[in-house]
Antibody, heavy 118, light 111 residues
Framework: EVQLVESGGDLVQPGGSLRLSCAAS????????MNWVRQAPGKGLEWFSH????????YYADSVKGRFTISRDNAKNSLYLQMNSLRAEDTAVYFC???????????WGQGTLVTVSS | QSALTQPASVSGSPGQSITISCTGT?????????VSWYQHHPGKAPKLMIY???NRPSGVSNRFSGSKSGNTASLTISGLQAEDEADYHC???????????FGGGTKLTVL
């Protein structure tokens, strides 16, 4: 069974940093591209970062470019998100999602909540 | 403001059919057959229901179907059941600056 479990969400002050993790199991993690998607309170989903299976290709949405860094450790079956210079508008539930290979996301985690507030 | 436009809410009675629309542009929904739909029960993991406009992943009920006309994609749920009550999100590949765009989500209420 494919499982994705996010962790690391917390309350952080504006300008602060946080590192999220996504532990993968039930599939060959190193064979799949991965993504981060977030949902702000009362809003829709927002894709914001993608990493290829070998980390060769990385994309960011303009909303996080220069502040967030996606990475992965295939030996540990884990996806990471380093978030710096956090803003109130980064408050959201953060999901990791497996790339279905057809421009869709075929498996998701349950999400971890990041709250940016003083 | 989301790139794709969905109605904020729809409702239907058990056994009825409902349709959720997802309107984009020729740079996303209208230009490519890469529309997907996700069911999300709050607090749970979103679930892929439809990919490539009209294809169902293995294990998804055939009560769920997708279609597209021009710049608008649609998700139809027939024979509504109580467990269908959830938020539904559409997504599309886009030739804009980001590869994927989502709609604002639609809350389905089963009366």
């Amino acid at each position: 069974e494919v499982q994705l479990v996010e962790s690391g969400g917390d309350l952080v002050q504006p300008g602060g940093s946080l590192r999220l993790s996504c532990a993968a199991s039930g599939f060959t993690f190193s064979s799949y591209n991965m993504n981060w998607v977030r949902q702000a309170p009362g809003k829709g989903l927002e894709w914001f970062s993608h990493i290829s299976s070998s980390s060769n290709t990385i994309y960011y949405a303009d909303s996080v470019k220069g502040r967030f860094t996606i990475s992965r450790d295939n030996a540990k079956n884990s996806l990471y998100l380093q978030m710096n210079s956090l803003r109130a508008e980064d408050t959201a539930v953060y999901f990791c999602a497996r790339d279905g290979g057809r421009w869709d996301f075929d498996y998701w985690g349950q999400g971890t909540l990041v709250t940016v507030s003083s | 403001q989301s790139a794709l436009t969905q109605p904020a809410s729809v409702s239907g009675s058990p056994g009825q059919s409902i349709t959720i629309s997802c309107t984009g542009t020729s740079r996303d929904v209208g230009g490519y057959n890469y529309v997907s739909w996700y069911q999300h029960h709050p607090g749970k993991a979103p679930k892929l229901m439809i990919y490539d406009v009209s294809n169902r992943p293995s294990g998804v009920s055939n009560r769920f179907s997708g279609s597209k006309s021009g710049n608008t994609a649609s998700l139809t749920i027939s024979g509504l059941q109580a467990e269908d009550e959830a938020d539904y999100h559409c997504s599309s590949y886009t030739s804009s600056s980001t590869p994927w765009v989502f709609g604002g989500g639609t809350k389905l209420t089963v009366l």
